[in-house]
């Protein structure tokens, strides 16, 4: 008797996974394909923190043209739920490696085009609303590629090992950050002073389309994830995903959201580019060298990409939800340290700083890729997944480096900005709380109705 097409891939209707090799490569390709994605939107932030208020904003003068500046980093979260729309209608129809390829390169058009805008002084009025034009499509390309990254290797990942493979992409982020800070810190000793504001910044940028073409080329060489390849064998693709996870699963949506939300404002502060502002300001009360802040933040994505390793690692052991809960105590007490160790003016104890910041971070953060994928059934989980996320990323990071810097100018210090994180994180957990641990459940179309029980506590249907 010949095998199956789906144990011939080494994926069965119970869940199991698919061949060796071909894991490899997902892990690879989600790795490298987000971490170039990752790379492209966090240069904009990183820019956006140092030198857009005075090339693209200058008119509006000093203290609002950085408030405008950071503005254009939150104003691509408002389009990320169009993107998640987006990719969720056609990754739960036509699949998750289209979706993944389309937004790979959507993101690195707009980027090296960003590297390649005349400043106001060249152009005028003109530059502002085309900088924000290609930050909404860094933003529409983010709110789709994450739910198909996660969903590549969660989908293909052992039972056991989901948390492993889901922090793949995971990585990708402190990777994204640790190449886009090092590449900036590099420019600003290359071209420091007047040349990293007449073009060093600039260089960062133009390398998108480098990484891109190797991204490109990696995500080809992968595999559909098993479980849509079962769905399309089948031909029970969902028509209409969205309706169906808002008729059934809006509140699941909210709450995940949340769980994103309270890891995603906190690590904005150096994603979202604030800490690289409020450190390196000569007009602020720290105005530290800005190759030294980078070096920092650089420094700190090391130890985001370590924890957020371990923490997958650690909830195919404990449960997503122990991880999460050990997660958010941590992550309070980095909030709660971070601004009076930046405060010394130290760049010794700015890193020490981020660094302790980044394990909180990492533990909310590395589980989330398994826990997002058990929390949906297979038939829409694209939508459900990366609509969640979309969502948190608003309530959560958009305008975290904002609202940071409002509340500083408003009051003069940071600890109103303390609070706000504090805050954030609290609400983390509580939607954490609300949530059942689902570890380990079948992820194939054959278990939709264990999947479409509610993991909400208090609700035994969705």
């Known amino acids: 008797m010949s095998a199956s097409p789906h144990e011939a891939s080494g994926f069965t209707p119970t869940g199991t996974i698919a061949a060796h090799t071909d894991r490899r490569r997902v892990v690879v390709a989600t790795i490298v394909g987000t971490t170039v994605e990752w790379y492209d939107f966090f240069i904009y932030a990183s820019a956006a923190g140092l030198v857009f208020g005075q090339l693209f904003f200058a008119p509006a003068g000093e203290g609002f043209a950085q408030v405008l500046s950071f503005i254009t980093v939150g104003i691509s979260f408002l389009f990320r739920p169009f993107g998640a729309f987006l990719a969720g209608h056609f990754g739960d129809r036509y699949g998750r490696r289209l979706v993944l390829m389309l937004t790979l390169i959507l993101m690195g058009v707009a980027t090296t085009l960003v590297g390649l805008l005349p400043t106001y002084a060249a152009i005028g009025i003109a530059a502002p609303i085309l900088l924000v034009l290609l930050r909404i499509l860094q933003g529409i390309s983010a709110g789709g ?77 992968v595999e559909e994830s098993p479980v849509f390849t079962e769905l399309a064998e089948r031909k029970e693709e969902t028509r209409m995903p969205i309706v169906q996870l808002f008729r059934r699963h809006a509140l699941l949506v909210i709450i995940a959201a949340l769980v994103f939300a ?10 979202g580019g604030y800490i690289q502002r409020y450190a390196t300001d000569p007009k602020g009360p720290i105005g530290l060298a800005t190759a030294d802040v980078l070096g ?11 924890f957020t390793f371990l923490s997958g690692w650690i909830s195919d052991r404990i449960g997503r939800r122990t991880t999460y809960i050990v997660g958010w105590v941590l992550q309070l007490g980095g909030v709660l340290l971070l601004f009076p160790l930046v405060n010394t003016g130290s760049v010794v104890l700015l890193a020490l700083g981020l660094v302790v910041l980044t394990i909180g971070l990492g533990f909310t953060y590395g589980p989330q890729a398994a826990l997002y994928a058990e929390l949906f059934p297979a038939s829409i989980r694209f939508s459900g997944v990366s609509i969640s996320y979309a969502i948190g990323a608003i309530l959560g990071g958009a305008f975290a480096p904002t609202i940071a810097q409002a509340i500083v100018q408003a009051t003069g210090s940071t600890t109103g900005v303390t609070w706000y994180l504090a805050g954030m994180t609290v609400l983390g957990l509580i939607a954490t709380l609300l949530l059942r641990d689902r570890s380990g459940i079948p992820l194939g179309p054959d278990h939709e109705a264990e999947q479409a029980e509610s993991p909400v506590y208090g609700l035994s249907k969705a």
């Open 296 to 306: 920092a933040v650089t420094l700190s994505a090391v130890t985001w990409l370590l």
């Open 262 to 271: 309270g890891n995603n404002a906190v690590g904005y502060m150096t994603t």
């Open 145 to 221: 590629e994450w739910g198909g990254a996660v969903l590549m290797a969660v989908e293909h990942a052992p039972k056991k090992r989901r948390g492993v493979f889901g922090a793949s992409p995971q990585m990708g982020v402190p990777l994204g950050l640790l190449l886009a800070s090092g590449m900036l810190a590099l420019m600003a000793l290359i071209a420091p002073g007047e040349a990293f504001l007449q073009w060093g910044w600039r260089v960062p940028f133009l390398l998108s389309f480098v990484l891109i073409v190797i991204g490109a080329y990696i995500r080809r060489r």
